[in-house]
């Protein structure tokens, strides 16, 4: 079982936050709802968290629906077998949506077959394009039945309600700028003077940034990006 003692759940921090303020528990609720704002406010703008999911494909119309909690994509995959790595699906827009009542194929001829400006210079056997206004992707109809996998950007934050008994999961060293946001949007919503909202937004944008500068890259991640992008199989110290 993976170690999680370097997260905390969002139920478990809005109960610290109580236990030191002294807060009555009955308040609970609005502060795991205004806690979840917070959190994806982070995980959009700040706090980069990436996740992968199984894709179930529609093999009627083929399409799949993005996840609750889909920003954007990092890549959408198979695996192969024999290298065991991803094969990624290349993106088209020119993709037809199935769905799309009405439509009638043209027979373009030759034309098919004339290479011009914006031709593909390569070929993958399979392709998918993001739909975004309808939250899904689509797929071509070379799609046969494998595990699609895909690689995302989330707001970490699923399904969040007043009756939901789902939770969520965020890392320690977040819990600071999550206590000064529940101040700040507590001020905004309870009707503090001005100059208090902009005292407490101040707090958690310093505390964001104090934040951030735990997420900069290392001198070895800088080189394994570099190396991992060029032509270079290795490097030679003396």
Do not use: C
Not at 46 to 73: E, R, V, W
């Amino acid at each position: 079982m993976a170690q999680r003692n370097g997260v905390i759940t969002l139920s478990a921090f809005i109960k610290k936050y109580f236990f030191k303020l002294g807060i009555d528990e009955g308040e609970f609720h609005r502060y795991y709802v205004i806690g979840a704002d917070g959190l994806r406010d982070l995980h959009v703008h700040h706090l980069p968290i990436m996740k992968t999911a199984t894709l179930s494909i529609d093999g009627t119309n083929f399409t799949a629906d993005y996840p609750d909690d889909y920003i954007d994509y990092v890549f959408v995959a198979i695996e192969d077998e024999d290298k065991g790595r991803w094969w990624t699906f290349t993106r088209d827009d020119e993709m037809v949506d199935k769905t799309i009542s009405g439509i009638t194929g043209s027979d373009l001829g030759e034309l098919a077959h004339v290479i011009g400006p914006g031709g593909v210079g390569g070929h993958n056997k399979y392709y998918f394009q993001p739909d975004n206004h309808n939250r899904r992707f689509l797929f071509d109809e070379a799609y046969s039945g494998e595990t699609v996998i895909l690689k995302y950007k989330s707001t970490g934050v699923e399904s969040v309600s007043y009756s939901s008994t789902d939770d969520v999961e965020f890392p320690v060293y977040a819990e600071d700028p999550m206590e000064k946001y529940l101040r700040w949007m507590l001020a905004e919503y309870d009707g503090e003077p001005i100059s208090e909202k902009d005292r407490r937004k101040r707090l958690y944008e310093s505390s964001v940034m104090q934040m951030r500068n735990l997420d900069l890259p290392s001198a070895q991640e800088i080189l394994d990006i570099w190396l991992g992008s060029s032509n270079v199989t290795g490097v030679i110290r003396s």
